[in-house]
């Protein structure tokens, strides 16, 4: 095991794939001789050289459907979006091009490619900037949607995206490219389609994916004190949605508070709450509770920043709910 | 136009029929096909009519010279795209009417297996790529199969068609500007036929002279008569030569027509254009100028070019025929192909 940041993880997963298959290159803005805007591709450019680590111009529409013809044609492309406020200039090219390619060809034309970058708010950065869009991308069938909490598993699904035949929407998140975690040294893949149980509990399930995670994880220590016993079930990947795991786990507390960034509308929620009465109703000894970002863009506003986003407080309440304490 | 006719500036390398650079055969040969993407199109619009084709159906009758010419510049592993308004393009590249026609039908024999349907047509086989039903969404796409090309040194070249009203559109820009940034060997066709939908280009496009928009961009550029067969080959002859040489890329604006209407939904005539205007453009008619430069030359007589259209003619009924009996996809292919198979991911 080695002690990586989220940020270096990603890094070596980028390194290694790289040099394990020349058809995969990097592209994107600031990619390459600003090492990454958030310094995900540090020294790539340098290793790879600059027809595999590719600065662009500022036109995400563009380079994302540069991404998605080489990738027609047999390159497996990962292209950096500086975060994914900004992809919305090129979701046109994900869901109209990316996702349908297979399908519309009758089966003969893949998209193998990876669209990667931050995904919802950092601090302060207001309305534009901090958004959270899984929810989007999950909703179109052609498309992957992966978004890891930790270094290992940011190392780990960034290479099975990368060897992925499928375009990958593969989100991450600027207030976690500096979380350390322990990463298994040498090779590794972790499969898109699995959740995990990041902590294991008797008395309720927290489904929670991306930065919920470790709020979520905090809430559980601090429900333990109280003597509530929370598991917690990351997702890390939104589609194909692992519900095999997360009904498992429901079937045997019985309870389930489901958290994400994202807006509460026809959210990535409603999914697992969706899945859960199909499937679990029996099972169930309260309703599914979900927490969210508030439903409004985001102010920039310290406080009112704070208050919109999902914290362990909101977290333990939500549990308590369903656990009827309150 | 700053080019008509055969340009005296480039140099054939066929054997040349006295004043034409090309052979009697392969004038005949791209006589027919101008006559199969005709015929194919007539036929398909009898079909729709019938109902027997569904959804949008987009012609290209009038643009033909456009399809063929440039295709006959291309070698068999460039890459080829287009808008949904690419019957013509997609047979001219050498996909068989069956395999177009039964797609149109939506049968699993279709060379989309039935799923594409007229906009989304793509057989890899002949790198015709699609088919794309977002204006200027394939514009982009071409620019990342050159890309490709010259990021594996395979010396291929990319061309992507699309219509002058995806000129205004920002992908267009994006992608020409990165593709002349980064010299890449792409092939851009505006396919001008005056109308996006119903709007003329005068009521949607600032400066007319679309090629001029390459200079934006430092790219190589010019205006080529689309219905003159041998000005689009030699148009697109320099920029395919331009792009394997030195891998940069060109915009070629090609002048043409349709002239039936934007779909199959949409009059020839009469909301947004008159009928003597779609009579003129008949007058220079692809499929006669070519016949009467064959003529002049002695190449052909008007019983011959006859018998040329009569086995064009017997070659998409049955593509039509091998279309209507053709089987629906099985029920079943509804799920397959949205992702790649099970332990490919």
């Known amino acids: 095991m080695l002690t990586l940041t989220y940020r270096d993880a990603l890094n070596e997963a980028l390194r290694e794939e790289m040099q394990r298959d020349e058809r995969v290159f990097l592209m994107g803005e600031e990619v390459a001789e600003y090492d990454g805007a958030y310094k995900v591709s540090r020294g790539l450019l340098k290793e790879f050289g600059p027809m595999r680590v590719v600065d662009t111009p500022i036109a995400e529409l563009g380079f994302t459907g540069i991404g998605v013809g080489a990738a027609m044609v047999g390159l497996r492309p990962v292209i950096e979006v500086m975060t994914w406020n900004f992809a919305l200039l090129a979701i046109d090219q994900i869901v109209n091009s990316a996702a349908k390619m297979r399908y519309m060809s009758g089966g003969q034309v893949g998209v193998p490619m990876v669209i990667r970058g931050p995904n919802g708010a950092a601090l302060q950065l207001a309305a534009q900037h901090s958004q959270a869009f899984e929810a989007w991308y999950a909703h179109v069938p052609g498309l992957k949607v992966v978004m890891p909490a930790t270094p290992a598993d940011a190392k780990g699904l960034l290479k099975s995206a990368i060897r992925c035949d499928d375009p990958v929407v593969f989100m991450e998140g600027e207030m976690l490219y500096n979380l350390k975690g322990e990463v298994p040294s040498g090779e590794f893949t972790i499969p898109i389609g699995s959740a995990d149980v990041k902590r294991e509990g008797a008395d309720v399930t927290i489904v929670c994916h991306s930065k919920t995670v470790n709020p979520a994880l905090k809430a559980a220590d601090q429900l333990d004190a109280e003597g509530i016993s929370a598991e917690v079930i990351d997702l890390r990947t939104i589609r194909p949605l692992d519900t095999e795991t997360i009904l498992r786990s429901v079937s045997k507390t019985n309870r389930c508070v489901v958290a994400e960034e994202g807006w509460p509308f026809a959210g990535v929620g409603a999914q697992v709450v969706d899945e859960i009465q199909r499937h679990a109703f029996d099972a169930l000894d309260a309703p599914v509770i979900r927490v969210t970002s508030a439903d409004v863009p985001m102010p920039y506003n310290k406080r009112l920043e704070k208050s919109a986003k999902v914290d362990p407080p909101k977290l333990i309440a939500a549990v308590k709910r369903v656990l009827y304490l309150e | ?345």
């Open chain 2, 1 to 345: 136009m700053s080019r008509s006719a055969p340009s005296k500036k480039t140099r054939s390398k066929k054997a040349k029929t006295s004043g034409l650079k090309a052979t009697a055969d392969e004038c005949r040969a791209w006589y027919r096909q101008l006559c199969l993407l005709r015929r194919f199109e007539e036929q398909a619009a009898e079909a729709y009519s019938l109902g027997k084709i569904g959804g949008f159906c987009h012609l290209y009758i009038g643009q033909e010279a456009v399809a063929v010419g440039s295709m006959a510049a291309l070698r068999e592993d460039d890459y080829v795209l287009s808008s949904y308004r690419e019957h013509g393009l997609a047979l001219a590249r050498g996909m068989s009417a069956k395999s177009i026609m039964a797609e149109l039908f939506g049968k699993a024999a279709g060379c989309s297996g039935g799923k594409g349907g007229s906009m989304h047509l793509f057989d890899a086989s002949v790198n015709f790529l699609g088919g794309h039903g977002i204006v200027g969404g394939q514009i982009p796409l071409g620019t990342g199969m050159a890309f490709a090309a010259k990021y594996r040194r395979s010396n291929q070249v990319s061309v992507t068609f699309f219509g002058e009203a995806a000129a205004n559109i920002g992908s267009f820009h994006e992608s020409l500007n990165m593709a002349s940034l980064w010299k890449l060997p792409a092939v851009y066709v505006i396919e001008n036929n005056g109308y996006g939908m119903g709007t003329a280009i005068a009521r949607a496009t600032a400066n007319m002279d679309l090629f001029h928009r390459a200079y934006s961009y430092d790219m190589e550029a010019e205006a080529v008569d689309g219905q003159d067969l041998f000005a689009v080959r030699e148009a697109m002859d320099r920029a395919v030569q331009r792009a394997r040489s030195t891998s940069e890329p060109s915009l070629l604006e090609m002048r043409t027509y349709r002239y039936v209407g934007h779909s199959m939904s949409d009059a020839a005539h009469g909301t947004y254009r008159t009928k003597e205007e779609v009579e003129t453009y008949r007058q220079r008619d692809p499929i006669n100028v070519l016949a009467d430069t064959m003529k002049q030359h002695d190449l052909i007589d008007d019983d011959g070019l006859k018998a040329i259209d009569d086995e064009v003619k017997a070659e998409v009924a049955d593509a039509v025929s091998f279309a209507e009996q053709a089987p629906d996809p099985e029920p079943d292919a509804l799920y397959t192909d949205v992702y790649a198979e099970e332990g490919r991911c």
